[in-house]
């Protein structure tokens, strides 16, 4: 068995690969694609995550791949097909981590039926996290949004959307920041604003794989809760995703203490695609991958 470095001519055997993974919930390694051909063009981009390949003579069967934003590497795989899981999965960790540079830690996120993949991030040091669902609104589905929409973010709101992330996400590496730059065009920042007081904000972005809108960050002041600001921050994201960038349906995940916000998104019209399981690894700071 040889594990290199991905090249230009692997790209489409990965691709196919991977989506052979992801069409079995047992196997499948969730936000990395489930389609070869969305899998193949984000491999092709600049911007692509890092991958590993393993080959056994000239037969491709295996590859892990990471993806890294503000030194957290989120890592795709691994996908092993036609062998020793455990030992193809431990080539290919041990090379992709001498590919990524100095990290705070690593992220994976699995179907909850992917028994192997969790053995083996346990068996790396990962801690189990908690069970998070996926779920998707369609184009078709999509609700008009009752009462005034929010708002697009603008400058003088910057103080109060920082506090009010500070309390919604105390615990959560997500930052709100990527957010708040208005020349990606790939992401958008509603708010509401209550006598001059941010009470709620909605994060979106546009995703290539899959070719995806995503609610990547929700917050309503407790103050204001139960008046229909969620909902119409939520919807008001999903129209712009839908109807202004032309994604074909909208895409969030939501973690098992959030009851209340997994009504919130049934309600809006969201179905559940995927429950999945994460894993976390960390590093102290004089101890960086």
Request: glycine share 8%; hydrophobic share 40%.
């Amino acid at each position: 068995m040889s594990v290199t470095p991905i090249h230009p001519a692997d790209l489409s055997d990965v691709a196919r690969l991977i989506a052979k993974q992801n069409a079995n919930p047992e196997t499948q390694c969730l936000y990395s694609g489930e389609r070869a051909e969305e899998i193949e063009a984000a491999l092709r981009k600049q911007t692509a995550p890092c991958y590993v390949v393993a080959r056994e003579g000239r037969t491709l069967i295996g590859a892990m791949g990471c993806e890294v934003e503000e030194e957290r590497g989120y890592l795709q795989g691994p996908f092993v097909d036609g062998a020793d899981f455990d030992a193809v999965a431990d080539a290919l960790w041990s090379a992709l981590q001498m590919q990524i540079a100095s990290l705070t830690g690593w992220e994976a996120f699995l179907h909850v039926r992917n028994e192997r993949g969790a053995a083996f991030y346990l068996r790396q040091g990962f801690r189990r996290g908690q069970t998070a669902q996926i779920y998707v609104l369609s184009a078709s589905a999509l609700q008009p949004i009752e009462g005034e929409p929010a708002r697009r973010f603008t400058p003088e709101c910057a103080a109060g959307v920082r506090a009010l992330h500070e309390l919604a996400f105390a615990d959560s590496p997500d930052s709100i920041e990527p957010f708040m730059n208005g020349d990606d065009e790939t992401r958008c920042l509603f708010v509401y604003v209550d006598k001059g007081r941010c009470v709620g904000y909605v994060a979106a972005s546009v995703n290539d794989n899959p070719r995806e809108g995503s609610i990547d960050l929700l917050a309503v002041d407790a103050s204001v809760r139960n008046r229909g600001y969620g909902r119409r921050l939520l919807l008001t994201a999903a129209h712009w995703l839908i109807r202004e960038r032309g994604m074909p349906q909208v895409g969030l995940t939501v973690r098992d203490m959030r009851a209340d916000a997994r009504g919130l998104y049934q309600r809006s019209g969201f179905r559940l695609l995927h429950t999945g399981v994460g894993y976390a690894r960390e590093f102290p700071t004089n101890k960086r991958r």
